[in-house]
Structure formats: C-alpha cells, structure tokens
C-alpha cells in the first residue's frame, strides 16, 4: 500500500520534536565567530539606496504616517501613491531594520519583522510593472543598507537601470500610463536557521514567513493598501524569483520560494504571465555565499522541502467565520510607524506584573478572524490555529487552563478531546459569545515553564499560550499545509507582538517547547491535533548592559533620494 503523499511532512514532524529527556537533534557546538552572514546580496545587480521615510510618504505629498494604531486597525487610511517613497516607507516598516544592538565587541541587527534566534531565514523580494521610478522586473531588497538589487529586467522595459538619477545611479524611466503594479513575494533560506537549531530549523523557518507576512500587512495597511495572497505554486515562484538558476546560485545557499503577495489594486497581470516576463527577462547578479562552515549537515531540511512543495494550486479552504461581536478598541499613544519599530522580543519578565482582565480580552480579540481588517483580510481562511491560554496574572481571572477557539466548531471538536475534568465553560463577560473557555483552575507558572523547555520566560508572563493545529486534518489536504499552518502560527504570534506593545506589555515567541508533553497535559494524545509555537506576554525588563543605535544611523538622518531630513 503506497503512503499518503503527507507521511514525510508527519515523520519530519515527529522525528523533530522536543521531549522532556532529549531535544531534537541540532548542533553539538555554536562558533558565534563562524554564523553565517545576517544578510544576503546580489554582486554584480545595479542598487538603488532607497529614502529612509518611514514617518513619511513623500515629500510632494508631505502627508505623515504618522498615524495612531486604532486607524491603521479600522482601516481608515486612505490609500498612498503608489511611488517609490512609498515602496521605501513599506520595505523598511516590514523587512526593515529596526535598531542595532551592542553588547562588549558585539553588534548584531534587529528587524521589524521578528525571526527565531534573530536569524533571519526570510528574503523579500518586489516585483513592479508601470512605476516611473524604478524599471519593469524583480529586485531584492537588502535590509541591512535598505537597498533594492535588480535582478531581472523585464522583456519590455527599456530603463538601465532601478534608480531615478544619474549615471552611477541610473536613468529615470518614463511616467506609466496605467496604476503600477506591485508584488511582493518572500523566500527562505533554510542554512541560516539549521546553523543554530539543527533538524527542527525548518519549523521555526516557516513561522518566520508568518512572522514576516504580519509585518508586511501592517506596514501595507499603514499606508492605506491591501495585501492579498497571488495563486501561484513553488515552481513558478522559484521561476520569477529567479530562485532555479543554478547559475546565481554556484557556491551559495540556494532559497526556497514560500509565497507572493499582491500590495496594489487588482491588476491584469496574472501570476502566470509575470513568471514569462521573468523566464524571458534578463538577470543580473549572482548571490553571496553566507558562510559558516557547516559542521553538521541536515539533510531532513532538504527533504521535508520537497515533501511539502506546493505544485499545482492550494487546496481550498472554507471562508472564515468572523465574530458576532464588533472589534475592542485599543487606545495606544504610539504612533503606529513608532509601535512598529519598536516591537522587541522580551528577554526577562517581571514575576509580579499582572495585566488588566480587559487588556487580554482585547489583545485576544485582535486574533479573532475578521476578512475586513487586518491582518486577516490578508488571511480570509477558516482558522486551523486555536490556543490554550496558560494565565499567570491577570486581574479577575483565576489562574489556570482556558481555551481560544477561533472559529465556532473548534470548541466542541476538542472537548470532546480533551480531559473530561476541563469544564469548557465559557468566560462571563460583557462581550457576545466571546470564545474564550475556561478548562481547569491551578497554579499553571512551572507548567508553563517546564512546557517551555525549562524557560523562567514562559512562567514570567502575564501569560503564556500554546498554539494548537488541526494537524491532521489540515495534512489530510495537502502536504504543504504543514507550511501554512506554521504560517498562519507566526501570523499570529505578529499579532499577539503588536498587540502586546499597543497595550504597554511586550511579548516573546518560544519555539522550544516539549511537544508531546504538551498533548499529555491537554489529553490530546493521538487526537490529530499538534503544537506549533508557544508564545508569552508580560512586563518585559531591559537588561542595561545591551545598547542601541539607530538602524542606519551612516545615513546620518539624511534622505539619499529626495535630500529630506528625517
């Protein structure tokens, strides 16, 4: 009898979890002076150093982004011109840095968009058609000088060059004379996570495209855009990402394609014609090997990979089902630009703090599926993701096991479960049919902490929550729903972010945890659900001996395209 096509996507999965007497394999050893290099380039691709205007639009416009969190929320935002100040605002609030750090001699680059281990598996790359500034093709933005690289020219484009000036920076191309065209489509490195984490690497790569996808949803719903999910399989993305040619790629890490984005209104030009344009285009470029001598080799990585490779089109999904109740506002005095860019992984926690009963009940609403605001517009599917809340300290709310059902069925499909000692009784609150459960009362801070690897973080929290996937059902579809639902898990792990910032709290994501262990606490053992990512929020504590700088601070505040001063 053959296998189901998504055995190998399970045996991964299971050959990779944590146990409470071993870990998964990974590294004997960290050389911290031999990690691969943070940041990929294309040498020999023509560059162009894009404005740092992240609190601006343009300067013709002069309109702020400065905005506060509740429009960007509601969507309020009227939509921005689509020009390259805007492309540079976008980039820079998603896959942008967000400051550098300095411990002693070391110095290391934080992002935007958070990534397990600070390391940065995800690469984004922007396709345009018809915009005045840049040249019709494909282009990789280069965070660490946020930068475009070209690296396809379109067929049809008769511009240079990508940049808008000058020789050295190349020749302007002439105005469009429809509404350009904008994609953005990411990929992953998958060396830069095995470095560190070994087999279980591949998990925390994909979590990382969720991650990332929130951050691109907010920065595009920052500037009044939509972001909506391209059909497009991993052949054909590999093909307009240029990521199959072998040629670009000699001695360097290959890239797998994960998915692409549409950020501008709907267009003529489907997927299938943009990969043409790129197969007929021509292709500047050749990637830089990242280094750190691979002591250990994981050929799992490679194989889950292709176990999980999407050809042909997703399966379909039902639509989500949003809730009967309208969203709770979130009164944030940052501006949503500031929030951004200050979102950092809490370290410490304090062990004393507790937060308001009505604070969890919103930041627990934002990841309620709602089509008409993001980041679920972006993610309009029936959720497979619901979360089981270990409360810590909250005010008026016992501590213990409670349950986050985030569509209507999920409730009773794990009841039915789970241990028959959980009450699944629902939370009383002023709030119509809020899906928040109760389970079991107790103490849950060493459980939180022990299900955390041993982390003193995930008992520290206000709380700490474990994100638990309809595993089965969605593997039943397609074998790279494994992917998906580690995306729609990072997904919300960049809300649960957000939304802990907005509120004065900060968050951390845990990607080590006991898996089965898990399961056994819940009795969901055998039940075809699965854990992908925990996750805590609390009172984050800044450790004093860390210290910042700005994240392009050569730049010395001055706008390189327009002359503005920031």
């Known amino acids: 009898m053959s296998q189901h096509p998504s055995q190998p996507a399970r045996l991964y999965h299971e050959r990779t979890k944590h146990h409470l007497d071993h870990l998964a394999r990974g590294p004997e050893y960290l050389d911290w002076d031999d990690q691969p290099d943070p940041f990929r380039r294309f040498d020999g691709a023509e560059s162009l150093t894009l404005p740092l205007i992240a609190d601006r639009i343009g300067d013709q416009s002069g309109e702020s982004l400065d905005r506060p969190w509740q429009e960007l929320l509601d969507g309020t935002i009227p939509p921005a011109p689509i020009d390259l100040a805007s492309l540079a605002a976008l980039l820079q609030l998603s896959l942008g840095l967000a400051v550098w750090k ?26 345009c058609r018809g915009l005045a500034e840049l040249g ?51 990929s992953s490195i998958f060396w830069r996570e095995a470095w560190k984490y070994g087999e279980r690497a591949f998990r925390y790569v994909q979590l990382d495209i969720g991650h990332a996808l929130g951050a691109l949803r907010y920065a595009a719903a920052l500037l009044g855009w939509k972001a909506r999910f391209v059909e497009i399989d991993d052949p054909g993305l590999a093909s307009l990402l240029g990521l199959d040619r072998d040629v ?81 506002p979130i009164d944030c005095p940052k501006p949503a630009p500031r929030l951004i860019r200050e979102r950092r992984s809490a370290q410490a926690m304090d062990p004393q703090q507790a937060m308001p009963r009505d604070d969890l009940l919103t930041l627990l609403d934002t990841l309620l599926p709602r089509p008409d605001r993001p980041p679920w517009d972006g993610w309009p599917h029936q959720p497979r993701i619901h979360l089981v809340l270990m409360i810590h300290r909250v005010e008026e709310l016992e501590p213990g096991l409670y349950l986050l059902a985030r569509h209507p069925a999920a409730r009773e499909a794990l009841l039915k479960k789970m241990k028959e000692e959980f009450d699944g009784n629902p939370i009383a609150t002023k709030i119509p049919d809020f899906p928040l459960y109760h389970l079991l009362s107790g103490d849950s801070q060493q459980v939180a902490r022990i299900l955390g690897c041993h982390q003193n973080i995930a008992a520290h929290g206000c709380f700490s929550a474990s994100m638990l996937a309809e595993f089965d059902a969605a593997l039943n579809d397609h074998p790279a729903e494994y992917r998906r ?64 700088d700005p994240p ?11 002359g503005q001063t920031l």
Do not use: M
């Open 102 to 127: 300095r411990h002693g001699p070391n110095r290391w680059a934080l992002r935007c968009n958070p990534s397990s281990g600070n390391l940065h598996p995800t690469e984004g790359y922007l396709i």
């Open 136 to 186: 019709d093709g494909v282009y990789h933005y280069a965070p660490g000088q946020h930068r475009l690289e070209r690296r396809c020219r379109f067929p049809a484009d008769t511009s240079e060059s990508p940049s808008p000036r000058g020789r050295e920076d190349g020749v302007r191309k002439r105005a469009p004379e429809n509404t350009p065209e904008i994609w953005i489509a990411l």
């Open 248 to 328: 670009d790629f000699e001695g360097a890490e290959r890239e797998h394609p994960d998915l692409l984005l549409q950020l501008t209104p709907a267009s003529p030009t489907a997927a299938t014609e943009l990969t043409q344009l790129a197969r007929q285009g021509e292709w500047f470029g050749k990637a830089n090997p990242l280094g750190g001598e691979p002591h250990f080799k994981w050929p799992v990585i490679g194989q889950v990979a292709q176990a999980t490779r999407l050809q042909g089109r997703w399966p379909q999904r039902p639509p989500a089902h949003p809730p009967g109740h309208p969203p709770r």
């Open 485 to 548: 639902l580690h995306w729609e898990a990072g997904l919300i792990g960049h809300q649960l972010y957000l939304g802990a910032e907005a509120l004065g709290l900060q968050g951390t994501g845990i990607g080590c945890f006991f898996d089965d262990a898990v399961l056994d606490l819940l009795g969901l053992t055998e039940s075809g659900y699965q854990p992908l990512y925990h996750f805590t929020v609390g009172k984050g504590l800044p450790d004093a001996r860390i210290q910042s």
């Open 552 to 562: 392009y601070g050569e730049r010395v505040g001055l706008d390189h395209c327009s």
